[in-house]
């Protein structure tokens, strides 16, 4: 099926910039495997993420400055260092050329290294345009007494959409209504934008197991990349945390993934059953977003209803990302 926003021009939809700098999550660090070479598009770029022999990871830029080959067809990584495919050039993980066949001291050759952190068990990579140091690194979630986050694969998913839909969503109190089935449009309280890091606590009402009952969400996005939500529902004394990435891959396409933990309850069948019914429908209520993220267009100046939520405050902080 031909998808009717492709019809439609990016810049008729979109006047942001596409790259926000920030942190994005690229794999799952149990998803890379010794030796394994994982291609990456990020923010318009290709990079090779691997992983040495002795166990470091690396994030590199995937063209050799030789005659550039991608490092990701083909390379093959040997003790701490990655080999292009093309002429055997040699890296090592802070991407300098360590070794040029059949002379003996190397070429002068780097391969751009790109900051990364890994996170409650995800890869990030950090992306500015000015290629500087990152401002801040993500803080760690505390898992203690929590299930470790589940990841599957069914819950990424690529979307034709801007990155900043996704954070505009979580203050945008009145669609819970429309989209998600809830009685009435949502509540913020503790609204705090005063750092990279954007915070709110969220009060609502959803559908479960056919009864409507009250949602408290508190929600920490750092910078555009990285969700934290945790959710207390007090009527059938249920906690779980949701971990959302969004990830630019290039102009027009950006990566969801997420994953899901919940309060341990003291039995770990009663946890697995938790999680078990939790997934689906956690996926379900974020896949209700994505008809409207897909087609719709940005308006720069968008008439408000007093319903709607901080939307301009949203939008005043996330500026701050855009260099
Ligand atoms: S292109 Fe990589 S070694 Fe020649
Ligand atoms: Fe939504």
Redesign the pocket.
């Known amino acids: 099926m031909i998808k009717n926003n492709l019809l439609q021009s990016w810049e008729e939809r979109y006047q942001l910039p596409s790259f926000p700098k920030g942190w994005y999550a690229v794999a799952w660090e149990t998803h890379i495997n010794e030796k394994d070479i994982i291609n990456v598009n990020l923010c318009g770029q290709k990079l090779v993420v691997f992983k040495t022999e002795s166990g470091e990871v690396s994030v590199l830029s995937a063209?050799?400055?030789?005659?550039?080959?991608h490092?990701g067809y083909g390379g093959v990584v040997e003790k701490d260092r990655i080999r292009?495919?093309?002429?055997?050039?040699e890296f090592g993980t802070c991407g300098k050329c360590v070794k040029?066949p059949f002379i003996n001291k190397p070429v002068k050759a780097t391969v751009r290294k790109w900051y990364h952190q890994v996170a409650n068990g995800m890869l990030l990579v950090w992306y500015s345009q000015d290629k500087k140091e990152p401002d801040w690194f993500v803080d760690e979630v505390d898992t203690a007494g929590w299930t470790l986050p589940i990841f599957h694969e069914e819950n990424t998913w690529r979307l034709r959409t801007h990155i900043q839909e996704v954070a505009e969503n979580g203050v945008d109190t009145h669609h819970f209504v429309s989209v998600h089935n809830a009685q009435e449009p949502g509540t913020l309280a503790n609204v705090d934008f005063s750092t990279h890091v954007g915070k709110w606590v969220s009060h609502s009402n959803t559908l479960m197991m056919g009864e409507q009952v009250s949602v408290v969400a508190t929600l920490a996005l750092q910078g555009l990349g990285v969700e934290h939500v945790y959710v207390n529902i007090p009527e059938k004394s249920l906690e779980f945390r949701t971990y959302i990435y969004i990830t630019p891959v290039d102009k027009e396409y950006i990566d969801i993934r997420m994953a899901i933990s919940v309060k341990c309850t003291g039995r770990e069948g009663k946890d697995k059953t938790l999680l078990r019914i939790l997934t689906p429908k956690l996926t379900n209520e974020i896949k209700q977003d994505f008809d409207i993220w897909e087609h719709k267009i940005y308006h720069e100046k968008p008439r408000l209803s007093p319903t709607d939520g901080p939307i301009h405050a949203l939008r005043c902080w996330a500026n701050q990302f855009y260099e």
């Open positions: 063209h050799c400055p030789h005659l550039g080959a490092l292009c495919p093309f002429h055997s050039w040029t």
